[in-house]
Nanobody, 114 residues
Framework: QLVESGGGLVQPGGSLRLSCAAS????????MRWYRQAPGKERELVAEISSGGGYTNYADSVKARFTISRVNAKDTMYLQMNSLKPEDTAVYFC?????????WGQGTQVTVSS
């Protein structure tokens, strides 16, 4: 099970930190990902992190603004989002791929607006 939290309404230039709490699998053994989906658009990969946290990768649109991290002892992944822009408005989902199958949380809404 994956449960996201931390979304909300923020002004342009503001910050939010999303959390993804995992359960039911060995969290520390799997890479994890954050995706987002804006209205009328396809779901897109935002950031990914290796099982140990030593490797991260970001979409060009969020590089230098977002930071993905994880605390395996807490079975939790994070997405620190700074310098938010209106185009970052979307539902954010955490993702785990186990044995070739994708698992998703319910998503958390992020709205960037003045």
């Amino acid at each position: 099970q994956l449960v996201e939290s931390g979304g909300g309404l923020v002004q342009p230039g503001g910050s939010l930190r999303l959390s993804c709490a995992a359960s039911g699998f060995t969290f520390s053994s799997y890479p994890m990902r954050w995706y987002r989906q804006a209205p009328g658009k396809e779901r897109e990969l935002v950031a990914e992190i290796s099982s140990g946290g030593g490797y991260t990768n970001y979409a060009d649109s969020v590089k230098a603004r977002f930071t993905i991290s994880r605390v395996n002892a807490k079975d939790t992944m994070y997405l620190q989002m700074n310098s938010l822009k209106p185009e970052d408005t979307a539902v954010y989902f955490c993702n785990a791929r186990l044995f070739g199958k994708d698992y998703w949380g319910q998503g958390t809404q992020v709205t960037v607006s003045s």
